[in-house]
């Protein structure tokens, strides 16, 4: 009984069971459950979780009333997929080197164990045949992709796989604007020899929704990622991403901003393990936090001995409190066994330049504009690698996002 | 024009707090540039930061009044909408905002507190390059963040750039001079003396005479211990010069 993995479950870890022993699991879907049953919910008592606690703000499984959601104006020959919360919805027209396939069935996730709520997702899906993608990428694809996922009720799980073929590319925009009480959205890509993904994502959700947007990415000899993401935050959201670096001379970046209103909580951690030689990281997130939210930066650099060696890497988190009572948790940590590498990391959390808006105020700029310039500004910086079709709407939603707050 | 009658200011908080301006008057007429001389701590960027509004800089008695408009009254924006500019003596940095970002915002938001249209953008183009042009900026600093990587003679000139491109009623050139070269010098002083006009008046606050050499003040006046103790025309720049503080203090006092 897998349902007996869960000890003392709170009601939502039950409702969760409940959900899961309607489907006819297969071993990997089974595997994935009990993975996540091993912990249940993630919550403050264990170390990646202290400050995103997903049992505390999960009780229970409920239905939301989505808000309304920003609308970005997407290029006219995107590829346009859609979630609704339980199914997907694919274009009937792919272009060239594009294939997608909805999966039905148990696909192993081995990162079970550590990414706990993305286990959730993989044990969710692939029973309907409707919630599970394998993405193939077989050309340089010059349509960007767009995956839209809104909505799903009480609780909502998708899986999309990506499979990036030697020397291949794809660029890939993925809007997740909520709708459902509890979400947890599990995305794989594997970039094999010289493949290549451009990754940007825009997160919102209501004050009353939990998000999980877990990630994971194998790079193979001389791939390239780039992550950027733009998160607003829920009552809770978790945006977690784990890179391994598997083939010699692979690149990743990863860059995020995160902003936290009043009740919002929003997390970015994120795992790079540089299991090759010669493999380049670089992430820079920044944030920018109201009164009464909170951020979340946990970023973690594993270097191995030997087969790390020749790692360059740089970890960079920048975090302005706009006003007294925000909140900002940070984490940042090397972990470096090679000898022959350059990993570097910098972490700063603070306040707004007050001689900067003092000059900006006596060129007449009034105060609360001087300070939304200078925040969008230093957010801006960390979506400077985002898809250039909609890098000007996520800096434009964050100008919105900061002409709301008092500043003070 | 600008008028300030007694005017006194504290600076600093709690028990570090004290009195720098003490019964500063001072008026300068429309169409006129004074100098303001003095030596270190006598109290002249004070004066540049209490007449613009800066938190920390606070005017505990006596007026200063732009055109009759009560500048005390204001917010530093506000000040600037009514036609206050101050050149600063060590202009700051504004990272992630490039130069034509920044002037542009700051023109419309003084237009817009005063209820004007704002500058369109073919004009606000062609009036940059033209000023530009005048001060030896490129086009590619102007597209740089705001003073990020500047040299401080680039700083200077970014200043004066910007109070070309306001067209400020009154404006305030605190040690416009320090950190630039010879040619610098009058590349920036061009700059001011093309704004000399009839219903523009300027204060020009500065250590030496050099910067006086090329623009050239109506009245001069010594600031000492938060007030003005001795005024004259530009022959009293040239009397500091060569007597010192000292030398004037001493008779004054």
């Not at chain 2, 023109?107 to 001060?135: C, Y």
């Amino acid at each position: 009984m897998t349902t007996t993995a869960l000890k003392n479950p709170s009601e939502a870890e039950r409702q969760l069971a409940e959900r899961f022993a309607r489907q006819k699991p297969e071993v990997a879907q089974k595997a994935a459950f009990e993975a996540f049953g091993r912990t249940g919910l993630p919550h403050r008592r264990m170390e990646q979780w202290k400050w995103t606690d997903v049992r505390q703000a999960v009780p229970e499984l409920a239905p939301v009333t989505a808000d309304a959601d920003t609308t970005i104006e997407l290029p006219s020959n995107a590829v346009k997929l859609s979630f609704d919360g339980t199914a997907w919805t694919i274009p009937d027209e792919l272009p060239a080197g594009l294939n997608i396939f909805l999966i039905s069935g148990g696909h192993d996730f081995a990162q079970a164990d550590a990414l706990p709520v993305g286990a959730l997702a993989a044990s969710m899906t692939g029973h309907s045949g409707k919630d599970m993608l394998m993405i193939e990428v077989s050309a340089k694809v010059d349509r960007p992709l767009v995956l839209s996922y809104h909505g799903g009720d009480d609780a909502a799980f998708s899986r999309v796989v990506f499979v990036v073929r030697e020397a291949c590319h794809v660029d890939i925009f993925e809007h997740y604007s909520g709708g459902s009480g509890f979400s947890s959205f599990l995305t794989e890509f594997g970039l094999a020899e010289g493949a290549s993904a451009n990754r940007t994502l825009l997160q919102e959700a209501s004050q009353q929704e939990v998000t999980a947007i877990t990630t994971t990415a194998h790079l193979e000899t001389k791939a390239a990622f780039t992550q950027s993401a733009l998160a607003f935050g829920g009552k809770l959201c978790r945006i977690e991403t784990h890179l391994e670096h598997k083939g010699e001379g692979a690149e990743a970046t990863l860059n995020g901003a995160y902003l936290a209103a009043s009740g919002y909580h929003t997390d970015f951690t994120t795992h790079v393990t540089h299991g090759a030689e010669s493999c380049v990281t670089s992430q820079l997130t920044k944030g920018a936090v109201a009164d009464g939210g909170r951020g979340v930066f946990q970023g973690k650099f594993l270097v191995p001995r030997t087969i790390g060696q020749f790692t360059d890497a740089e970890m960079q988190h920048q975090a302005l409190l706009l006003e007294n009572g925000a909140e900002i948790f940070a984490k940042p940590e090397l972990e470096i066994y090679a000898d022959d590498v350059e990993c570097e990391h910098g972490n700063t959390s603070g306040q707004l330049d007050e001689d900067a808006l003092f000059y900006m105020q006596q060129r007449g700029i009034p105060k609360p504009e001087a300070r939304a310039l200078l925040t969008e500004a230093f957010i801006a910086e960390a979506l400077e690698k985002a898809h250039e079709d909609v890098r000007a709407q996520l800096v434009e939603a964050t100008r919105r996002f900061l002409r709301n707050q008092r500043g003070g | 024009m600008l008028k300030l009658d007694n005017l006194t200011a504290d600076v600093g908080e709690g028990d570090g707090r004290k009195t720098i301006l003490n019964g500063l008057s001072l008026e300068v007429p429309a169409g006129e540039v004074h100098a303001i001389m003095g030596p270190n701590g006598a109290g002249k960027s004070t004066l540049s930061y209490v007449l613009t509004g800066r938190d920390g800089y606070e005017a505990t008695s006596g007026t200063a009044t732009l055109n009759g408009d009560d500048l005390l009254d204001m917010e530093p924006d506000e000040r600037a909408a009514a036609g206050l500019f101050l050149s600063f003596q060590y202009p700051v940095e504004i990272p992630g905002v490039p130069v034509m970002t920044f002037v542009r915002a700051a023109i419309n938001a003084q237009r817009k507190t005063r209820g004007e249209d704002e500058i369109s953008a073919p004009d606000f183009i062609k009036k940059a390059r033209e000023i530009g042009q005048k001060l030896n900026i490129d086009a590619d600093m102007l597209k740089r963040p705001v003073n990020v990587g500047f040299s401080g003679g680039e700083k200077k000139r970014l200043e004066i750039f910007q109070m070309m491109m306001m067209e400020p009623r009154f404006a305030i050139l605190d040690e416009t001079d320090s950190g630039l070269d010879i040619d610098a010098l009058k590349t920036v002083a061009d700059g001011v003396n093309a704004l000399r006009s009839e219903d523009r008046g300027m204060l020009v606050i500065t250590h030496y005479q050099r910067l006086l050499d090329h623009i050239k003040p109506d009245r001069v006046h010594v600031l000492a211990k938060g007030r003005i103790v001795k005024s004259g025309g530009p022959e009293l720049a040239l009397q500091l010069e060569k007597e010192g503080y000292d030398g004037i203090l001493g008779e004054v006092a």
